[in-house]
């Protein structure tokens, strides 16, 4: 198991340096001029010169994507253009944030969407099936940006019973965690719900049932364990870009978070902060896929790691 | 005489509705069992056979009702189970287990040997621990497998020993009657001679009996003492072992019959082939619901249904050509 572990982990390696080597050319190519939106339109050029080269901005590309790769590789991401604080930090200043919201909405998303997916299932073709789904359908198409704002105007302007954005207090947490937490509800449990149809049509759950066991009993401790493979897999990549930050539900609720953090980075076209958000969201997730492929063992015991 | 019967079917009818259109209104019904009796014996094996979709798993998974049946009565050592709700019907289910013909999709991946059998004897408080332990041991010797194997899961094994694995898991809570459905289809020709000999060997020292289902007649002669043949949702014959193979009356069983290979090439044997589908079974034929495919349809087939009659003592026959 820890061989796996390690193997895959160097594995995770060439991925993580093509990731930042597509970021760096991409930011490369765009438009704009980061020490331009750094030191504003009226400064006279002998200066920008100086920054520029100051800020290595002069050395050839590929001096510069090596510079970055032998830092990143000893930790150091290097320091923001707009802030001169390590990006290092100013990411694990934000990361907290996002991991509460994450976790958060994780919760709602799981419980919620594992519940309805199963009772879907087990009344498949009922009313509370087909309004289920419907719902869930509507779910995953309704954009974000939308639900959350209509969210913040019945349940914060019009009933007032939760604070419309900002990050003082658990209560501040709710509506976002649940705005987020729905959408990936409902295709949690649109995969639980085909998951466990699939299942439950199998002779094992025959044999269970005629083995008298109670109807409980068949549903979750038969047809739940073997359910749950796709889904986990859902979970796994959903959790990875919950933690990896939301970008536009911290921003619309005004949550200093990772998801932010990046908005704020693009806009100023700080090159070594998005460069270190976009490394660090690739580690998130290299890491999250490896954690549902060791999960696999333990829920299938037909998987062996090797 | 009487209390020797294990389980007796009477009139089993399974309709499935059709519905069609955003309203879900019923067009008719698949009629997958259509007015189905018989009955098993102490001791007994009922082959039953017929083409793919004929009602025969249908039948069976009523019997057991595992599926609701829409009409009809079960009487299990005499008492109507029809009548019985969900909690009396699970204390009996141990009584009367099943087998069916996917060994593969048949046992729970994620359990261990140990947990398959043992399942229903914990859950049914017959043992725990280490009586558990000895008697998914005591099991699996007697279907031919280690007792060491009771750690393993189900991918650790062949066809032929899941299959009895499944066997083992069926007769765990000492049951009266073993719904086999199908148990060989799914492996090859020499285990599948195993494990009807395995079933015979178990059926002689427990004195169980099964409803042993499959689509040839060549499977169910080595095994059954009695056989009965469907065809459509009905039961068409009914007789002894020997006497169906000897003297088949129903031209469909005569047909079944001529399919079944001599393993001699010297001897020829006339060929009856059947012509055409089954037809659907959302609107059988009028009369007979064989009348389509059948060589010597007259005319009183096609509009007027023939009764299970009894033609010899013993050998019943739904057919307008044994009628008087």
């Known amino acids: 198991m820890a061989g796996y572990i390690v193997r895959r982990l160097i594995m995770a390696l060439p991925v993580l340096v093509g990731v930042s080597l597509i970021t760096f050319i991409l930011l490369n190519v765009v438009p704009g001029d980061p020490v331009l939106e750094m030191m504003g339109k009226h400064v006279d050029p002998l200066t920008l010169e100086k920054v520029r080269e100051q800020l290595g901005l002069n050395d050839?590309?590929?001096?510069?994507?090596?510079?970055?790769?032998?830092?990143?590789?000893?930790?150091?991401?290097?320091?923001?253009?707009?802030?001169?604080?390590?990006?290092?930090?100013?990411?694990?200043?934000?990361?907290?944030?996002?991991?509460?919201?994450?976790?958060?909405?994780?919760?709602?998303?799981?419980?919620?969407?594992?519940?309805?997916?199963?009772?879907?299932?087990?009344?498949?073709?009922?009313?509370?099936?087909?309004?289920?789904?419907?719902?869930?359908?509507?779910?995953?198409?309704?954009?974000?940006?939308?639900?959350?704002?209509?969210?913040?105007?019945?349940?914060?302007?019009?009933?007032?019973?939760?604070?419309?954005?900002?990050?003082?207090?658990?209560?501040?947490?709710?509506?976002?965690?649940?705005?987020?937490?729905?959408?990936?509800?409902?295709?949690i449990a649109r995969y639980t719900r085909s998951a466990f149809l699939e299942v439950i049509r199998q002779d094992f759950i025959r044999t269970a049932r005629a083995k008298g066991l109670a109807e409980r009993a068949v549903i979750f401790g038969h047809a739940l364990k073997n359910a749950m493979i796709p889904v986990v897999t859902i979970i796994g990549m959903q959790i990875?870009?919950?933690?990896?930050?939301?970008?536009?539900?911290?921003?619309?609720?005004?949550?200093?978070?990772?998801?932010?953090?990046?908005?704020?980075?693009?806009?100023?076209?700080?090159?070594?902060?998005?460069?270190?958000?976009?490394?660090?969201?690739?580690?998130?997730?290299?890491?999250?896929?490896?954690?549902?492929?060791?999960s696999y063992a333990f829920l299938d015991p037909r998987v062996r790691l090797q | 005489m009487k209390e020797q019967v294990v389980i007796e079917v009477q009139d089993l009818v399974k309709w499935y509705p059709v519905k069609v259109g955003i309203l879900q209104k019923v067009a008719g019904y698949v009629k997958a069992v259509d007015g189905v009796s018989f009955s098993i014996k102490r001791s007994e094996t009922l082959g039953l056979v017929g083409e793919s979709g004929c009602g025969k798993t249908t039948t069976a998974r009523c019997m057991l009702r595992l599926t609701e049946p829409t009409k009809g009565r079960i009487f299990f050592e005499g008492k109507d189970i029809m009548k019985f709700d969900r909690e009396s019907m699970r204390k009996l289910r141990p009584r009367m287990q099943v087998i069916f013909q996917d060994p593969y999709s048949s046992l729970n991946p994620r359990l261990t040997v140990k947990e398959i059998i043992g399942e229903a004897l914990t859950f049914h408080g017959i043992a725990r621990g280490r009586e558990l332990e000895d008697r998914v041991g005591e099991l699996l010797k007697m279907v031919g497998l280690s007792p060491q194997h009771i750690k393993r899961f189900p991918h650790e094994f062949s066809g032929g020993q899941r299959q009895r694995i499944g066997i083992a898991r069926a007769l765990a809570t000492n049951p009266d009657l073993i719904v086999c459905d199908e148990p060989v289809s799914a492996l090859d020709v020499s285990i599948q001679s195993q494990i009807l000999n395995l079933l015979e060997d178990l059926q002689e020292r427990l004195g169980v009996s099964y409803l042993f289902?499959?689509?040839?007649?060549?499977?169910?002669?080595?095994?059954?003492?009695?056989?009965?043949?469907?065809?459509?949702?009905?039961?068409?014959?009914?007789?002894?072992?020997?006497?169906?193979?000897?003297?088949?009356?129903?031209?469909?069983?005569?047909?079944?019959?001529?399919?079944?290979?001599?393993?001699?090439?010297?001897?020829?044997?006339?060929?009856?082939?059947?012509?055409?589908?089954?037809?659907?079974?959302?609107?059988?034929?009028?009369?007979?619901?064989?009348?389509?495919?059948?060589?010597?349809?007259?005319?009183?087939?096609?509009?007027?249904?023939?009764?299970?009659?009894?033609?010899?003592?013993?050998?019943?026959?739904?057919?307008?050509?044994y009628k008087c």
């Open chain 1, 60 to 187: 050839p590309l590929y001096v510069q994507f090596g510079r970055f790769l032998f830092n990143a590789l000893r930790g150091d991401l290097g320091k923001s253009f707009k802030t001169g604080q390590p990006v290092t930090q100013m990411i694990m200043d934000t990361f907290p944030t996002t991991v509460k919201l994450a976790l958060s909405s994780a919760f709602v998303a799981i419980v919620l969407g594992i519940t309805v997916g199963i009772i879907s299932a087990v009344k498949q073709y009922s009313f509370f099936d087909h309004a289920a789904m419907i719902t869930a359908l509507a779910g995953i198409s309704a954009p974000i940006f939308w639900v959350a704002v209509v969210a913040q105007l019945v349940f914060g302007l019009q009933l007032k019973w939760l604070p419309i954005s900002g990050y003082s207090s658990p209560k501040h947490m709710i509506l976002p965690a649940v705005v987020l937490g729905i959408r990936f509800a409902a295709s």
């Open chain 2, 213 to 321: 289902i499959a689509h040839g007649l060549n499977v169910v002669k080595h095994i059954s003492h009695r056989v009965g043949v469907m065809y459509l949702g009905k039961l068409v014959e009914i007789a002894d072992s020997e006497e169906i193979y000897k003297n088949p009356l129903h031209p469909y069983t005569q047909a079944l019959i001529s399919a079944i290979p001599i393993p001699d090439p010297k001897r020829k044997r006339e060929k009856i082939l059947l012509e055409g589908d089954v037809p659907s079974p959302i609107n059988p034929p009028e009369g007979c619901r064989f009348w389509t495919r059948c060589r010597y349809v007259m005319d009183i087939c096609r509009h007027e249904e023939p009764e299970l009659l009894e033609s010899a003592p013993g050998h019943k026959v739904a057919c307008h050509l």
């Open chain 1, 240 to 294: 990875s870009g919950l933690l990896t930050g939301s970008l536009l539900t911290e921003t619309i609720f005004a949550i200093p978070g990772l998801g932010r953090l990046s908005i704020w980075a693009l806009s100023n076209r700080d090159f070594p902060l998005v460069q270190g958000i976009v490394l660090f969201t690739a580690v998130v997730f290299v890491i999250g896929n490896l954690i549902v492929d060791i």
